[in-house]
C-alpha cells in the first residue's frame, strides 16, 4: 500500500481526507468506506443485498435462522386459497387476488395483515351449510326456550370466519337478509313439534319475506292466522254442503191446521202423533250430528 499522505502537517489529522486520498491509488482501500460516514459503504451494500430475494443470501439467512420479512412469503386463507406476505418501511402488506384482481392489506404486523385479507376474503364469501352436530346444537338451544341464543348460533356457524363483525354489523347487512330469515324460519320449526312440513304456508312465509325481515314471533303468528283461515274454511265448506228446504214450500194456515185436526179418526190421529214423534227424534239426531260431531 502507499504511505502517501496529502493532509497538511501544520493542521489537525483528518482520517476522512486521509482516506480519499488513498481511494486515489489504491482500490483495496475502499473497503475502509464501510468505517467512514460515507454514503455507499460495505455495510449499507450488506443491507441491500439481505433486503433482495436472491436465493443464495436468503439460504445464508435462513441458514443463521433470519427471516427477512422484506421478502414476499406465502400464506394460505381459510378456504385454501393462497397469498403473499411482505414487508417495507410502510409496514406489513398482505396480498390476495379475488376475481383477477389483487387486493393489498396494510397493518403494523404481519398477523393483522393476514387478519384483514382473510376478514375481507370471508365477507365475499357466501353462508356455507351447517354439520348435522352444529343442527343438533341449534334445536336443542331452541328447545329450550332460548330462540335468540339459538339464532345468533345459527347465524355465527353460518358465517364462519366472520365471528369478529358485531350483531350490528351483520343485521344491517342487506347481503345477510336472506340468511336471517332462513335462521328465523328454522329456529321457529325447532320451537314447533306440531307443525308437519306445509307446502301452503311455506309460500305464505315466503311471500312474507319479500314484503319484510321475518323474526321467529313473526312466522309463528302467520302460522296462527294460517290455522284459523283453514279452520274457517272447512267450517264453511261443510255448511255449503247442507240441503236447503224448497224456498216456496206452501205453508197452510193455523185454520185450516185446526180444522184438518178435527176432522181426523181417532186412528188417523195416533198415526199423527207417532210420526210427529218420529219426525222430533230425527230432527234432534241431526242437531246432535251438525252442532255436537255426535
Request: hydrophobic share 35%.
Amino acid at each position: 500500500m502507499t504511505n502517501r499522505i496529502k493532509n497538511d502537517p501544520w493542521e489537525p489529522w483528518d482520517q476522512n481526507a486521509h482516506a480519499r486520498d488513498l481511494e486515489q491509488t489504491d482500490v483495496f482501500n475502499r473497503l475502509t468506506d464501510d468505517a467512514i460516514p460515507v454514503r455507499g459503504g460495505l455495510r449499507t451494500k450488506l443491507e441491500e443485498l439481505a433486503n433482495t430475494d436472491h436465493p443464495e443470501v436468503a439460504q445464508v439467512l435462513a441458514d443463521a435462522g433470519i427471516k427477512n420479512p422484506r421478502i414476499p412469503r406465502r400464506f394460505y386463507l381459510s378456504d385454501g386459497k393462497e397469498g403473499t406476505v411482505f414487508a417495507d418501511d410502510a409496514g406489513f402488506h398482505a396480498q390476495i387476488v379475488i376475481d383477477g384482481q389483487t387486493l393489498t392489506f396494510t397493518a403494523d404486523n404481519k398477523d393483522d395483515a393476514m387478519a384483514a385479507a382473510e376478514r375481507h376474503a370471508n365477507s365475499l364469501r357466501g353462508p356455507r351449510e351447517l354439520t348435522e352436530s352444529e343442527l343438533l346444537r341449534v334445536a336443542r338451544l331452541a328447545q329450550s326456550g332460548q330462540s335468540a341464543a339459538a339464532c345468533d348460533l345459527y347465524v355465527r356457524l353460518r358465517l364462519d370466519g366472520e365471528a369478529q363483525r358485531s350483531d350490528e354489523e351483520i343485521l344491517t347487512d342487506p347481503k345477510l337478509t336472506s340468511l336471517l330469515n332462513t335462521a328465523a324460519i328454522t329456529i321457529w320449526r325447532y320451537t314447533r313439534p306440531d307443525y308437519v312440513l306445509d307446502q301452503e304456508f311455506e309460500g305464505i312465509v315466503a311471500q312474507a319475506a319479500e314484503i319484510r325481515p321475518l323474526t321467529v314471533n313473526n312466522v309463528d303468528f302467520l302460522f296462527d292466522r294460517f290455522q284459523e283461515e283453514r279452520s274457517e274454511r272447512g267450517r264453511a265448506t261443510r255448511r255449503s254442503t247442507q240441503v236447503a228446504p224448497p224456498e216456496n214450500e206452501l205453508v197452510p194456515s193455523q185454520a185450516e191446521v185446526q180444522n184438518e185436526l178435527e176432522n181426523l179418526s181417532d186412528v188417523e190421529l195416533e198415526k199423527l202423533r207417532l210420526k210427529t214423534m218420529h219426525h222430533r227424534g230425527d230432527l234432534v239426531r241431526k242437531f246432535n250430528a251438525d252442532v255436537l260431531g255426535r
